[in-house]
Nanobody, 131 residues
């Protein structure tokens, strides 16, 4: 497993923007497919975005398409989620996760990887969107 630490969450007004970050602990970061998930109190975990090892291909959940952008910087061992036009329904704890690079195959054909294939998870960062 790889240690993942999220940061950048906070309180944002509806319509605003926020970027959350995820920092990995080791230099094999470029070997992992990376993803973002979120969970609101009383609700199931929801897929947000995923990105291939190279960073070229991405896939997004329906609820955030057009409003979020996932990116990565393998030199910094980091993955990011830029969120724009935020809504109160975006309020949740946001988690980053790592999977073996074979998960790239799903992303390349436009499908979200199953959450169960992600072997390492951060502890989350809270994003709250006020109305």
């Amino acid at each position: 497993q790889v240690l993942l630490v999220e940061s950048g969450g906070g309180l944002v007004q509806a319509g605003g923007s926020l970027r959350v970050s995820c920092s990995a602990s080791e230099g094999t970061f470029s070997s992992y497919t990376m993803g973002w998930f979120r969970q609101a109190p009383g609700k199931e975990r929801e897929f947000v975005a995923a990105i291939t090892r190279s960073g070229i291909d991405t896939v997004y959940g329906d609820s955030v398409k057009g409003r979020c952008t996932i990116s990565r910087d393998n030199g910094k061992y980091a993955v990011y989620l830029q969120m724009n036009s935020l809504k109160p329904d975006d309020t949740a704890v946001y988690y980053c996760a790592a999977a073996r690079g074979t998960a790239d195959g799903s992303i390349r054909i436009g499908k979200s990887p199953d959450a169960r294939i992600f072997h390492s998870w951060g502890t989350g960062t809270q994003v709250t969107v006020s109305s």
